[in-house]
């Protein structure tokens, strides 16, 4: 197998992944749209009374919920198949660096995107909704009508809004972990050096995705040159 088929398997793969997370991004929406009409209609209910959870409680529930699945989703996403294929991107990458003859498409990807990819935008994906549940706990519990936090003491006889405030911890704890996973384009960057070749840890560390597009122009440029006749 040369180095074309070899390149082109690389894509194959890619496009695997791509398809995975894809989905997951999907699911991710799906369970954002579902948490947000769970949380109308609680609101829209006219019944404050003979609830065996109070109202304000559920809000804080659903939004608990939401912030859990859309992590696990995150890292479904993030931490297993964006890792996946960040590791088959370096590996095209380190080839067309080699190979001049290559197509330089992950370069010209990654030069158009500022060295950055999208990752930022697939955090933002994941974070806006998280940060939105959370307010959304924080306000109904710190602003909420006492009546949203009353119900049935023969059934319910905990403290409500106590239990409230210890579902917000556990959601700023999840946000906090979240951020503290977010690091992908710097690990991106650590993988590079796993090649040994400085050349490349250093194309990778600064973004400088130019150089390998440089080389495979000047490639191109000496194939289409004609040829001098002898004696020409």
């Given amino acids: 197998m040369d180095n074309f088929d070899k390149y082109w398997k690389l894509s194959e793969m890619e496009e695997r992944y791509n398809t995975s997370s894809g989905g997951i991004r999907t699911l991710a929406s799906a369970w954002i749209l579902a948490a ?4 109308g209609w609680i609101f829209n209910s006219y019944k404050f009374d003979n609830w065996p959870i109070p ?3 559920l ?5 608990l919920l939401a912030t859990a699945g859309i992590t696990t989703l995150w890292v479904m996403d993030q931490l297993v198949f964006h890792r996946l294929l960040n590791s088959v991107f370096l590996i095209g990458l380190k080839m067309e660096k080699d190979d001049p003859e290559l197509p330089p498409i992950r370069s010209m ?3 158009t995107q500022e060295g950055s990819g999208t990752s930022k935008w697939e955090l933002l994906f994941y974070l806006a909704p998280i940060i939105t549940f959370i307010l959304l706990s924080f306000l109904i519990t710190a602003f909420g009508m006492d009546k949203l936090f009353l119900a049935n003491q023969e059934l319910f006889a905990f403290n409500a809004k106590l239990i409230s405030w210890i579902f917000f911890a556990i959601q700023l704890i999840t946000l906090f972990w979240v951020f503290l996973n977010t690091k992908t384009l710097k690990k991106f960057k650590k993988r590079a050096s ?7 840890t250093k194309i990778v560390s600064d973004s400088l995705y130019e150089s390998i597009i440089a080389k495979h122009i000047d490639n191109a440029n000496k194939q289409i040159q004609p ?3 002898p004696g020409g």
């Fill in 36 to 39: 947000l009409g769970a949380i």
């Fill in 55 to 57: 109202l304000g409680l």
């Fill in 59 to 63: 809000v804080v529930i659903v939004s």
């Fill in 109 to 111: 990807m990654l030069k």
């Fill in 194 to 200: 796993w090649f040994e070749d400085e050349e490349f």
């Fill in 227 to 229: 040829t001098k006749k």
